[in-house]
């Protein structure tokens, strides 16, 4: 209510056009004259105190939200005046944060301003996208009042009766995400003023380091997964044709999408659905790559339909409780893979060989280094610089590090990358795929399989996405999920075309590419990011070095498979930081009397909290088994499931308990009181 009083008490300035603090005061005192709010008297005593003793000290609320308190002398007690003010470029705060959204109070001497507890709220509520993508777009002031009363319905109503769309109705403002095609021409609005600033901000060293570090960490599963598909599909796609997807898809994403920081490539669940597809396509008596070319055309045209439509607003019914499971699915299908390979040749044999042994200290070395590394940042060791480089770097340290071992103990045999020696197609095939080549009958007949498919994609991506832009992340620029579906759908139908996996959304990588570009700050009770440095340069130059890598195949072919998967287990593990369903596991093993005191924590019962994760671990087994048996072609399906589970959780918990465990982000009083 505080909140609520203070919007409606305030002017709202949107977009004022200043390079400095000092700057934006001046204009917003301007336009609270120029409205009656100030008199001429009261803006000179403001520009007197400014004079003799500067703008005062911004305040940094958290969330891109600050509050600036300007007092003057008055020979009358005046009340205060207080404005909103949208300032997107930013302006930085007395912590040397950016902050996007500044609310400026003016007073006397004397007189009672608003606390700190009223103004919070608003940037609590920026953490949900569905508030934040319709403040951003707003127009004018009435629309901002009206979003925000929007919002407050919505957050009010029970789940079943709550409105689509937060985006107001009232006259002379178009509505977002209603019509066709509505909700991507709004991601494009939304997203095309942030373009050059895109490209600027990836020019730093932070920006080098992360290139460097997921060159290596999307590279690495794209030759792993083209080598699983080589040999699912008997060589009709491999190694060559999962650089080359990988390389384009990752190229047009970050020049097109609405969220370039999610990075693309070859997926475990899409890889699996490959692998039954071309099954299926053999038990039929069709060509396979002719076959999938029919297939992903079809998936293709859907998943257009499913983004012209605003089909991915749905994706706000998959909250936490969903995001968690598929993450921990995804991270332990990495973690799992890289300890199959590290440890199956040392428990394989009765007894190992020397370039056995010589692989499990490689791949070991390669994620204890890349683990230390990582955690510099929180030693006295060295200065700021040195440590914020040496964990930047950690991961492409570890890789040089461990491929020089190896090459130091060269006499000793080693598997290295299976890259092929030249680049052609994996069976020699030509590059177009010729569709005519399938029966006439599969034409059509292959749009159940590509309404599978669509699924499958729809929810890998939207998921992915979803956690990039968890709130945790503290993201400015705004998501854009109706215009990162539709360039999916150009990607599916151009691998589909050339005979190429489809790539979609990488959880892990995307998460690691978040990580890497974070500006992180750590505490007693753990860490949180309080930046992250969005661009699209650094996925760009990533994948066309990845490209690149084609025209140098045999400097790849030096890198161990065990440093490879060395890394694989550091993404795994590294992704699943931060990850409060996996936080609450650990409670099991426990101590009680030491559980950290978090919000959940302090607000639910025992009972209810290890309740609520059982049914999580329950989901994410039920969805492993799906995963590897023969039924892995309803693998979507399972994962949509997961959303009618979560609703039917509303008639075993209490609205309450679910709004501290399912939250979108855990409340600031929590996270930030004692960071420092």
């Known amino acids: 209510m505080g909140l609520q009083k203070r919007l409606h008490d305030s002017e709202i300035l949107l977009d004022l056009a200043a390079s400095d603090l000092q700057g934006l005061v001046q204009q917003a005192v301007d336009e609270l004259v120029r409205c009656g709010k100030l008199s001429d008297r009261q803006r000179q005593a403001i520009q007197n105190t400014l004079a003799e003793q500067g703008e005062g000290e911004l305040q940094d609320l ?8 300007v007092r003057y002398e008055a020979q009358d007690k005046d009340v205060y005046r207080c404005a909103l003010i949208r300032v997107p470029e930013g302006v930085r705060a007395s912590d040397h944060e950016k902050v996007h959204y500044v609310w400026l109070i003016v007073a006397p001497y004397g007189a009672t301003t608003p606390p700190n507890g009223d103004l919070e709220p608003f940037g609590w509520m920026l953490h949900d996208e569905r508030f934040s993508a319709s403040i951003i777009g ?23 009766e709550r409105r689509p769309s937060l985006s107001p109705t009232y006259p002379g403002v178009a509505p977002l995400e209603t019509g066709f095609a509505s909700g991507l021409i709004a991601d494009v609005r939304r997203k095309l003023p942030f373009y050059p600033s895109d490209i600027i901000d990836g020019l730093n060293i932070k920006g080098l380091a992360t290139i460097l570090f997921l060159f290596f960490a ?58 039954i597809l071309y099954v299926s396509c053999r038990q039929l008596g069709v060509p396979f790559l002719p076959g999938l070319f029919w297939i992903g055309i079809w998936t293709a045209a859907l998943m257009m339909v499913l983004a012209l439509t605003n089909t991915s607003r749905y994706i706000r019914y998959f909250t936490r409780f969903t995001d968690e499971i598929f ?17 199956g040749g040392i428990f394989g044999p009765e007894v190992p060989t020397n370039g056995e042994l010589l692989a499990l200290i490689l791949a070991l070395g390669t994620y204890m280094i890349a683990l230390q590394l990582s955690r510099v940042r929180q030693k006295p060791l060295l200065t700021k610089t040195a440590r914020e480089f040496l964990a930047d770097f950690g991961p492409t340290i570890a890789i040089f590090a461990m491929t020089a071992a190896a090459w130091a103990m060269r006499p000793i045999e080693l598997e290295h990358l299976a890259v092929p020696h030249e680049f052609a197609t994996t069976s020699g095939r030509p590059w177009l795929v010729n569709p005519m080549e399938a029966p006439a009958w599969f034409w059509f007949a292959s749009m159940p399989i590509a309404g599978l498919a669509a699924v499958l994609l729809f929810l890998d991506q939207n998921i992915t996405v979803r956690l990039v832009n968890s709130p945790q992340h ?14 999916i759908a150009v990607l599916v139908a151009i691998c589909s075309v050339i005979g190429l996996p489809w790539v979609v959304a990488a959880t892990v990588r995307s998460l690691n590419h978040v990580r890497s570009l974070a500006t992180v700050r750590h ?19 990533v994948h066309l070095l990845i490209g690149g890598s084609l025209l140098f195949l045999g400097l790849l072919r030096e890198i161990p498979m065990s440093v490879v998967f060395g890394l694989f287990l550091f993404m795994g593990i590294a992704s699943l930081r931060g990850n409060q369903f996996v936080d609450r596991l650990k409670l099991w093993v426990t101590d009680p009397t030491l559980y950290p005191p978090t919000h959940y924590i302090r607000r639910v019962s025992r009972t209810v909290l290890h309740s609520f994760t059982l049914i999580q671990v329950a989901c994410l087994s039920a969805l492993w088994l799906v995963k590897g048996s023969s039924y892995g072609v309803l693998f979507p399906l399972c994962i949509a ?36």
């Open 218 to 275: 999307c590279l690495a599963p794209s030759i792993a997964f083209g080598g699983l598909l080589a040999f699912l599909t008997d060589g009709e796609i491999g190694t060559v044709e999962a650089i080359l997807a990988t390389a384009i898809g990752g190229v047009v994403y970050a020049l097109f999408s609405g969220q370039p920081l999610t990075l693309l490539g070859s997926t475990g669940p899409v890889t699996i659905f490959l692998a």
């Open 474 to 487: 503290r993201l400015r620029k705004g998501a854009g999920y109706n215009l990162d579906m539709a360039v």
């Open 641 to 676: 499931l997961l959303v009618p589970i979560r609703r039917g959780l509303d008639r075993v918990f209490s609205q309450k308990d679910l709004a501290f465990l399912d939250a979108d982000e855990n409340p600031e009083e929590e996270q930030y009181r004692e960071m420092d």
């Open 327 to 343: 993450g921990a699915l995804i991270a332990l299908i990495f973690i799992t893979e890289a300890f199959r390979d590290i440890f």
């Open 62 to 69: 958290g969330s891109g939200v600050g509050v600036l308190r």
């Open 138 to 160: 707003a127009n004018d002031p009435m629309q901002v009042l009206a979003t925000y009363q929007l919002y407050l319905e919505y957050v009010e109503a029970p789940p079943d």
């Open 523 to 541: 505490h007693a009770r753990g860490e949180h990011i309080i930046s992250v440095m969005e661009n699209r340069l650094t996925p760009l130059l």
